[in-house]
């Protein structure tokens, strides 16, 4: 089965229930524990690696794969894999930048392993796999420098060729979409849909993509101080297999903007937020079975076409989340009426 034919299974099964997708890596993977040779794991390198989870894909694939069947046995759908950082320009931080191809084919061929043993153990309940494109730590539409608003550290050039890099090894290892999530720079985003689009071209296939928004302020806008219906506008030309909201707060205050891109979407619509607001020590307290809860009314509303957790959530999340929505019907997607529609830092639509 060709990746658009797996895009398509998933738009099926969507239309008859709401699919699951996992939690996320990074704060799992900081309940191990680790200490710095821990995530070296005997390897040598020039930086300290404490902290490069990306990493760890290489050198501790027990701790990934222990994480990643977890979120299966909990009841996920779809599994993403461990490179939310794992793009040249993250990677850099740690000195390993030209390691990133490396990293991301190791981390999709351990998903597709875990995937595909529980999709041989129960074949009623295919499991997919995305390659996970982070926003790295650039942005292309705000200056880093206050008194140089022209001022750029990367060109739009730089950012579409180590995505590229990154979805390239991502395909080699057999993932079946890529997911670019946690957007908070609309520009970084469209170059990273560039390079998914000439990846697709020189491989002569169609790539299904996932895309996702993150918010920055309860205004309810981006980094680059979007609405989530601007941002639509700005990504919609894509056609995007799910269109959605991640990380930024909690479900609660989520609320109002998945209720504003409902009726926007017109293909799948895929929200997962965080377990609540993080503490005064940066920790989240949102039980499983709040998260659940709320992200069921959602549900009951005929908001959601995939939900998952990002962070805080775990495991444990992730099966009260199957469990609340598995009798709950998806919801139905539709064609807009034509129209033009603009993006700026709002959207407009001229009929």
Same mark, same amino acid.
């Given at each position: 089965?060709?990746?658009?034919?797996?895009?398509?299974?998933? =738009?099926?099964?969507?239309?008859?229930?709401?699919?699951?997708?996992?939690?996320?890596?990074?704060?799992? *993977?900081?309940?191990?524990?680790?200490?710095?040779?821990?995530?070296?794991?005997?390897?040598?390198?020039?930086?300290?690696?404490?902290?490069?989870?990306?990493?760890?894909?290489?050198?501790?694939?027990?701790?990934?794969?222990?994480?990643?069947?977890?979120? *299966?046995?909990?009841?996920?759908? *779809?599994?993403?894999? !461990?490179?939310? !950082?794992?793009?040249?320009?993250?990677?850099?931080?740690?000195?390993?930048?030209?390691? %990133? =191809?490396?990293?991301?084919?190791?981390?999709?061929?351990?998903? =597709? #392993?875990?995937?595909?043993?529980? @999709?041989? #153990?129960?074949?009623?309940?295919?499991?997919?796999?995305?390659?996970?494109?982070? &926003? @790295?730590?650039?942005?292309?539409?705000?200056?880093? !420098?206050?008194?140089?608003?022209?001022?750029?550290?990367?060109?739009?050039?730089? /950012?579409?060729?180590?995505?590229?890099?990154?979805?390239?090894?991502?395909?080699?290892?057999?993932?079946?979409? *890529?997911?670019?999530?946690?957007?908070?720079?609309?520009?970084?985003?469209?170059?990273?849909?560039?390079?998914?689009?000439?990846?697709?071209? %020189? =491989?002569?296939?169609?790539?299904?993509?996932?895309?996702?928004?993150?918010?920055?302020?309860?205004?309810?806008?981006?980094?680059?101080?979007?609405?989530?219906?601007?941002? +639509?506008?700005? /990504?919609?030309?894509?056609?995007?297999?799910?269109?959605?909201?991640?990380?930024?707060?909690?479900?609660?205050?989520?609320?109002?903007?998945?209720?504003?891109?409902?009726?926007?979407?017109?293909?799948?619509?895929?929200?997962?937020?965080?377990?609540?607001? &993080?503490?005064?020590?940066? %920790?989240?307290?949102? &039980?499983?079975?709040?998260?659940?809860?709320?992200?069921?009314? +959602?549900?009951?509303?005929? +908001?959601?076409?995939?939900?998952?957790?990002?962070?805080? @959530? @775990?495991?444990?999340?992730?099966?009260?989340?199957?469990?609340?929505?598995?009798? /709950?019907?998806?919801?139905? +997607?539709? %064609?807009?009426?034509?129209?033009?529609?603009?993006?700026?830092?709002?959207?407009?639509?001229?009929?």
């Amino acid at each position: 089965m060709n990746r658009a034919e797996k895009a398509e299974l998933l =738009r099926e099964i969507g239309s008859e229930r709401i699919l699951v997708k996992d939690g996320p890596y990074g704060s799992m *993977i900081q309940t191990y524990r680790l200490d710095e040779e821990g995530f070296r794991a005997g390897r040598s390198f020039t930086h300290d690696q404490k902290g490069n989870n990306d990493l760890l894909n290489l050198t501790r694939p027990d701790v990934v794969g222990e994480i990643c069947n977890a979120y *299966i046995d909990a009841g996920a759908d *779809i599994l993403a894999t !461990n490179t939310f !950082n794992a793009n040249a320009i993250s990677l850099s931080d740690y000195g390993i930048a030209d390691m %990133a =191809r490396e990293v991301n084919l190791a981390a999709a061929k351990l998903t =597709r #392993k875990c995937a595909d043993e529980a @999709t041989a #153990k129960n074949p009623d309940k295919p499991r997919f796999v995305v390659g996970a494109l982070g &926003p @790295t730590n650039k942005t292309l539409s705000v200056s880093p !420098n206050v008194n140089d608003p022209g001022y750029r550290a990367v060109s739009f050039d730089e /950012v579409k060729g180590i995505y590229r890099e990154q979805i390239d090894g991502l395909l080699d290892g057999g993932v079946d979409f *890529i997911l670019i999530e946690t957007v908070f720079d609309t520009l970084n985003a469209k170059a990273a849909l560039v390079a998914a689009d000439e990846a697709a071209e %020189a =491989r002569g296939e169609e790539l299904p993509v996932m895309v996702s928004m993150t918010l920055t302020d309860l205004a309810g806008r981006n980094l680059s101080g979007q609405t989530v219906e601007a941002f +639509w506008h700005s /990504v919609r030309h894509a056609k995007p297999l799910t269109m959605g909201l991640n990380c930024s707060f909690g479900a609660t205050e989520l609320h109002p903007y998945v209720n504003a891109l409902n009726p926007q979407v017109e293909g799948m619509l895929c929200v997962y937020p965080n377990a609540g607001l &993080p503490n005064e020590l940066g %920790a989240y307290d949102e &039980p499983p079975e709040m998260t659940a809860k709320l992200v069921k009314g +959602w549900a009951e509303n005929g +908001w959601l076409n995939v939900v998952g957790g990002c962070c805080g @959530t @775990t495991p444990a999340h992730i099966k009260a989340i199957a469990e609340a929505v598995k009798d /709950v019907k998806p919801r139905q +997607w539709h %064609a807009l009426p034509p129209a033009l529609r603009l993006s700026g830092m709002e959207a407009a639509s001229f009929f």
